[in-house]
Structures are given as C-alpha cells and as structure tokens.
C-alpha cells in the first residue's frame, strides 16, 4: 500500500516542482528596465495555472504492483501593463485593449491625477502659498 502512495506522491511532487521552476514573483512583476534616458519600466502579468494528477494500481498478480498515473499543467502568462517610471513620477501604461466604460477610464487615469496633484502642492509649497 506505501507504494502505491509513494508513486503517487512522486509523480505530484515532479510535476509542482515544474510548476515552482516556471512561476515566481518575478514573473508577475517582472525586473525593472532602465533606458538610456533614465526611465525605468516595469513589467506587470497576469499569472494563471492548474494541476492535475492520478493514478492506480492495476492487476492482480500477488507481489507485482503495475501502477499507471499521470500528471498534467498548465501555466498562462499574459501581459497586463507597465509601469513607467520618470523624473519621480510614476504612471501605468496598460498593454490591453483602453478601457470602454466611464468607471474604467477614471480607474486608469487615478496615478496621473495623484501625481498632478502632488506636483500642484511642491508647487505651493515652493512659493510659500501654502
């Protein structure tokens, strides 16, 4: 019976470690490249994957285990953004389709509205107006 259990066990610990190889944090948010002139852009993914596995223990003969199993994955990485860095200002350039809905486009203009706003109050505060 611990046989049965231990190929089992095998063939779902193989196929999760293929998993771990493939998926990390870097693959949802990916390493910062940085141009020549100083902007720094930063992949953002969308990250989806499933995992199946089973198996039995056919026959009959006393002493002989024939085990059958199999073991599948699969992992889907889609690109959603970037995030784009420059002169302290940071702004989300979205690889999809632009938005259709009021509610969408007011969601995506939200860090350039922040932004705007911030620069606004360093100004008044600069100039002693505030």
């Known amino acids: 019976m611990n046989e049965k259990k231990t190929q089992l ?3 779902m610990a193989s196929s999760m470690d293929k998993i771990r190889e493939m ?3 870097n693959t949802i948010i990916g390493q910062p490249i940085v141009t020549a002139d100083g ?7 969308r990250l989806s994957f499933g995992f199946g596995c089973g198996g039995g223990d056919y ?5 002989a285990s024939h085990f059958g199993g199999g073991s599948t994955a699969g992992v889907r990485v889609e690109p959603v953004a970037f995030l784009v ?3 302290g200002a940071t702004r989300v350039m979205p ?7 009021t509610a969408d486009r ?8 922040m ?4 620069n606004y109050i360093d100004r008044k505060k600069a100039n002693g107006e505030a």
């Open 9 to 11: 066990s095998d063939l």
């Open 23 to 25: 998926v990390d944090s």
């Open 39 to 45: 902007v720094t852009l930063i992949p953002v993914t």
């Open 59 to 63: 026959g009959k003969q006393a002493g």
């Open 85 to 87: 860095v420059k002169d």
């Open 95 to 101: 690889v999809a389709l632009p938005a259709m809905s």
């Open 106 to 113: 007011v969601i995506e203009m939200v860090p350039q509205v």
């Open 115 to 118: 932004d705007r706003v911030e």
